[in-house]
């Protein structure tokens, strides 16, 4: 049987997949409401919206969701997750995206970029959160 | 003992180890370093005290059938059959440079200095792997939430052999920052220990300047009887045991 | 029945102000608890990664700390380990194979299976006390005072750890229990900038001036809260925050331990106004709820 020519790259489709599998969520179960994206507190820093940020992935793209950054803005405030009228785990999603980056042994934030300021007055739990989420 | 008699009898006793993957019949009551340089290795750095002190000797090795990891200083641990081992002399470990006279003992001068601190994920592979039974993690724990002197008591037997930072998820040297706590536990928050100083200050005004100079001016003989006839702690003693002469202690 | 305390790292430094008058308050209302004599960090955000068990490890290790103690009850001030304890313990309860995988991981630690309850103090305050009993108890009623309830994420979300997730209104029982007036806010449950004031700080900035706007807009005296990230986001960097973004107002920050301890006429000592900023302690003397100190 001859292959269908498909226009997503294996390589997007397999992360694509792994996202599924870190997340549990299907992305194909939204229906591009926007919920999420009106509630997020975040979505201005991103390059664009949570919204489109699961299209791209319910296309098979991972690449335009990486370059927007939406996984490393994402603070899990779990805002959509309770609005969501489809029950998708949003931050499940974004994690997974994260881990993605994290896992090739990239980090987010550098420690030593870190003011020496801050070290001393922030809250252990800042730097917990930070490291967990954004070092590798 | 003729040497012919020592052959035969370490050649009865040998047992198998593997050094680097590497298989060696070695007597069996042997520490591992002397079964390595029985083996023919020659240590010209890993090796330190040969007391258990020094932390220059970490080793690892694993048992046959089994997937654990043990841990032991080689110039301590006796070898056992079918053990697989390497030594692991160091290990890269990121040290804060500071200055000692004007750090603050805060929790926050840990903070700026190590901030991997935080990388921490309570995995406690860096308790299980140590050497010297320190409870990493607990001393781990105790610094994330900025108390020094916990920290400096929990990892008072650290020998800085560095094991602990090769198994570390986080990435981080622990037994350095335990190190930097201990500093300013000890240095800047304990108290001071004032029967230390009076003890300086006798020595100095020559409170034992004629006992020392009894000694000196002694024969060797001389020396010698009175060190026999010392007066010492019995073995057996009881909890209250005092010395009947105090020389010239207060 | 055994209560085990379990503190987090922040709350034995820098936020002791969200500490010491919480026991001393369980105290003095004879609510029995006893902090771990060991424990570690909780991981302060829950991990999300179906497959990332290790950073399960730390919440549950000191939940095993507190099965070894005879507790049947942990309870948690900062909501951050709140958030990441409970549901840690939820996917240990609900997950066997997972919970068989950590198990087996610890292989030190003794089997644990989610025998422990995670509470917040506010579910303790309302469960054990009762906002009837505390209002008795209440002798120095905060009477006038607006205050604003801030529960961010961690406290509210999501909702199988939810300390009230049909209504949360427990801040403004707690608030109204004290003699004070709850405020409607809208960013009550809102995020206040999180870790992200950190890596990205202009980001972090943004968020927590839409969270000041919002107190500003209810003509709140002070905001409370729970977390010592919010307090980070929305006290200590107030300052910044308002200098930012125009048309600002400061508005005083409270831990809602440092209130209750008030409320209840506790020692002011024991409240840490000190570390609490400067318009904290005015506003409380102003408003005569305390005396000015006589330094």
Sequence with gaps: MASIPSPIHPESLRAV???????GQNVHECMQCGTCSAVCPMVSSMGFTTRQ??????????????????????????????????????????????????????DLVTLGDIPKDTLAEAPQIAFVSTFRKLTS | M???ALTEKVAAKAVPIYIMGKRYEVPEALTIMKAMEYAGYQYIRGCGCRGGVCGACATVYRKAGDYKIYTGLACQTVVEPDMYLAQIPFYPANRATYDFESAEPTPET???????????????????????????????????????????????????CGLCASRCMGEM??????????????????????????????????????????LKSMSVDELKKVYTEREMEPHMGADEWTPASSHGLA | MTIGYYPGCTLKTKAANLEVAA???????????????????????????????????????????????????????????????????????????????????????????????????????????GWERLRAAVTNPLTGL????????TLVRPGDVAIDAVDPAILEGFIAALGAEPVSFTAARECCGSYQMIAHPEEGLRRAAKVIAAANASAADALILSCPLCEYNLGTRQGDVVAAHDGLEHVPTFY????????????????????????????LTERKYIAAATA
Aim: contains cysteine.
């Design chain 3, 256 to 283: 809602f331990t440092q209130l209750l301890g008030v409320a209840l006429g506790l020692d002011p000592e024991l409240c840490r106004l000190d570390l609490s900023g400067p318009a904290a302690t005015t506003l």
């Design chain 2, 173 to 214: 040297a622990q037994y350095h920052i335990a190190q930097l706590a201990r500093r300013l536990a000890g240095g800047k928050l304990a108290a001071k220990a004032e029967h230390l100083g009076k003890m300086c200050a006798d020595i100095e005004g020559g409170a034992f300047a004629d006992l020392l100079g009894g």
């Design chain 2, 110 to 160: 840990v903070f700026k200095l190590y901030p991997e601190l935080f990388r921490c994920v309570a995995c406690n592979a860096c308790t299980k792997v140590c050497p010297m039974d320190v409870e990493v993690l607990d001393y781990v724990s105790a610094l994330k939430r900025g108390d020094l002197k916990a920290a400096a008591e929990i990892s008072f037997d650290c020998i800085q």
């Design chain 2, 2 to 4: 003729d040497t012919a």
């Design chain 1, 53 to 106: 940020g699961i299209h791209y992935l319910q296309f098979g793209q991972v690449e335009p969701v990486l370059q927007a950054r939406i996984g490393e803005f994402c603070a899990s405030c779990h805002t959509c997750v309770v609005r969501c009228p489809r029950g998708i785990d949003v931050p499940r999603v974004f994690e997974a995206v994260r881990q993605l980056v994290l896992r090739t042994n990239t």
């Design chain 3, 146 to 153: 607006r205050v604003a309830p801030f529960y961010g994420c």
């Design chain 3, 23 to 129: 026991l001393a308050a369980l105290d003095h209302l004879g609510i029995e608890v006893a902090e771990l004599p060991r424990w570690n960090c909780c991981g302060a955000v829950f991990s999300l990664a179906t497959d990332d068990l290790i950073h399960q490890v730390a919440p549950v290790r000191n939940l095993i700390r507190a099965a070894e103690q005879g507790c049947d009850t942990v309870v948690t001030i900062c909501s951050q380990c709140y958030n990441t304890l409970a549901r840690a313990n939820r996917l240990v309860r609900e997950d066997a194979e997972k919970r068989d995988t950590l198990n087996r991981f610890m292989t030190e630690e003794p089997d644990y299976a989610g025998e422990v309850e995670v509470v917040h103090y506010l579910s303790l305050l309302r469960d054990r006390v």
């Design chain 1, 17 to 23: 997949n792994k996202i599924a599998e870190l997340s």
